[in-house]
């Protein structure tokens, strides 16, 4: 099957690059190293000749909720037109488990990502994913001031991005093509505990602490709103297990 992957060179798109590829499928690896910008449409119509579906992770450099929602709307709205165009059959996007429970920032541009994209024409399905592993080190990064890293205790339920691509190459290859579900690491986490034992195996920053004077979202967090429904798939490796396999 031909895919096209927006958002190849990623997080999570790199392993959906390489997992399609290994078992034989034709892919086609959009970002703007590949001449492919799905914010201005260019190099989208010459991409998804012959591709049957499009596989949506690709995201903007900035977690501001303006700058991602206009990132979103526009990718959306060019993902949409081109793949229809194109004879596209149909959108598979990753998305993030309990973003309407939030009052704004980045969540709020993921609500505004998934209508986008569910306005159409092509069908649209949707996994909802808990943090990545591979995230709670730019966390880290952007709580640290100094020797200190302040972050909220968020509860999540910490999970692989290589997992997450599978799930996402597996829908893609099933041909399903409406619809919405979930998928996170074997067991709840706290961000602090894992950001913790990252500080640690790379030796800074010193001290990983909870941050104080929490706005209304980091409270939610705290409380459990990135926690998954009981229908979520559930995979490992554990954040732990992960941490120790990587360098
Ligand atoms: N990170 C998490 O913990 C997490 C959890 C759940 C769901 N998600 C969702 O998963 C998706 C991917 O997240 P990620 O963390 O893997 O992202 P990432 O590592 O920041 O990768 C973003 C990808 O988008 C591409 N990109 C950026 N601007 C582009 C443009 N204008 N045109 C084409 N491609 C562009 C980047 O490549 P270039 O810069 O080379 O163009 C890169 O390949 C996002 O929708 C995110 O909301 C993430």
């Known amino acids: 099957m031909k895919i096209a992957v927006a958002g190849a060179t990623g997080r999570v798109g790199r392993h959906v690059v390489d997992i399609l590829s290994a078992a034989g499928?034709?892919?086609?690896?959009?970002?703007?190293?590949?001449?492919?910008?799905?914010?201005?449409?260019?190099?989208?119509?010459?991409?998804?000749?012959?591709?049957?579906?499009?596989?949506?992770?690709?995201?903007?450099?900035?977690?501001?909720?303006?700058?991602?929602?206009?990132?979103?709307?526009?990718?959306?709205?060019?993902?949409?037109?081109?793949?229809?165009?194109?004879?596209?059959?149909?959108?598979?996007?990753?998305?993030?488990?309990?973003?309407?429970?939030?009052?704004?920032?980045?969540?709020?541009?993921?609500?505004?990502?998934?209508?986008?994209?569910?306005?159409?024409?092509?069908?649209?399905?949707?996994?909802?994913?808990?943090?990545?592993?591979?995230?709670v080190a730019e966390l880290l990064a952007w709580g640290t001031q100094g020797d200190i890293a302040y972050l909220p205790n968020m509860r999540t339920q910490l999970v692989a991005a290589r997992s997450v691509a599978q799930a996402l190459a597996d829908l893609a290859i099933s041909g399903e093509s409406t619809g919405t579900s979930e998928i996170a690491g074997p067991r709840e986490e706290s961000l602090l505990a894992a950001a913790t034992l990252v500080a640690a195996k790379r030796g800074a920053p010193q001290k990983v602490a909870r941050a104080t004077g929490l706005d209304p979202d980091s409270e939610l967090m705290e409380q459990g709103a990135a926690l998954p429904n009981g229908n979520a798939l559930l995979t490992g490796p554990t954040f732990e297990e992960w941490l120790d396999a990587t360098n």
């Open 25 to 135: 499928h034709e892919v086609v690896p959009m970002s703007r190293g590949t001449g492919v910008d799905v914010t201005t449409g260019a190099g989208l119509d010459a991409a998804l000749e012959g591709v049957e579906c499009i596989i949506d992770a690709a995201t903007g450099p900035s977690p501001d909720q303006e700058q991602a929602t206009a990132f979103f709307t526009a990718s959306a709205r060019n993902l949409q037109a081109a793949g229809a165009r194109a004879g596209v059959q149909r959108i598979v996007v990753v998305s993030i488990i309990g973003i309407e429970r939030y009052s704004g920032g980045y969540n709020a541009a993921k609500v505004a990502h998934e209508q986008a994209l569910l306005a159409g024409p092509l069908p649209v399905r949707i996994l909802r994913a808990s943090q990545f592993h591979e995230f």
